[in-house]
């Protein structure tokens, strides 16, 4: 640990570790599509959204620099992968080295690998030699929020968009940390994250619009997560983004970053977020494009889609 009480870590500055606006930079098609969440479902605007960013921005680098507090945040990590059970695959080599180091990097974490092919996972995951994972079974929020959407989603081939629905479910339910299966966190994370209640990626890997390859919460069932999720679940809402967009999409964007976003910049307004930056002393990355639209991977793309059938399954017709 540093000297200088101005930084959590050494040599780099409080306000690197942490992204807290919506840029100004963001495209006209993206922000019509921001600006519709903020106000169809928070009744707010871009510009209030972006001042409550910066106040929980401010708030951010403050908390960061209290280091002496404890640890206190749900010692639990989350990797979702989700396949076709009929013909399953693995994950390619390289992410499965990723998510081992996790594994390793934080040995008296729990954590929970979820899937829909347990049996088919298990063959891939004794092989790296760790102890500490729980493989548990997606069902097992077929009465949670959301779980209609993802079986629609699934019942498509759309491994990735089913997993937008899963990672916040499992985050809502059990609480710790959920990170995509080509991030993996490091031994330096806890000591960043434990003056927080939420924790969320803030990339912008869509330009505005934060992530969700990580997302984060210290207690379980957590109103920014439970909200969300309520959405997804609304059939006759969904009806309403369905039909705007006319196709897909407008399902996808109610599990997607920009409600994430949205809901972040509106409703956390007296709340402990860190929007977390990747860095070398957050997590390794490695773009993994092995779900979205690969055939190798038995996924769909979404030009492919059966809508007849995703709206019976969605319930909407």
Known sequence: MTENNNQILPNIENETLIQMTIPEYITQQEKETQVFFLQNEFNTNLTDANENMRVLRERACSLIQETNLPDDFIHITHKIWL?????????????????KQQYINLPNYRHIFWTNVPE???????????????????????EYYGYRVY?????QDLFANACD?????????????????????????PMIIKNFNIIINGEFCEPGIVSHNILGSKITEHYLYTTILKKVDDIPTNIFYYERIKNIWGMIELCSPRMLTAAVSTICKDEKVLLIVNNEYTCDRYHNNSWFGEGKYGSNVHVNVDYPKLEKDLQII
């Open 83 to 99: 396949t076709n059970p009929n013909h399953p695959f693995e994950p390619n080599e390289h992410t499965q080295q990723l998510v």
């Open 165 to 189: 629905v899963v990672k916040l479910q499992v985050v809502c339910k059990y609480g710790g940390i959920f990170s995509d299966m080509g991030w993996s966190l490091k031994t330096t994370l």
């Open 151 to 155: 079986e629609a989603f699934m019942n």
């Open 120 to 142: 088919f996972c298990k063959n891939f995951i004794l092989a790296w030699g760790v102890n500490n994972i729980e493989i548990r079974n997606i069902i097992e929020f077929r």
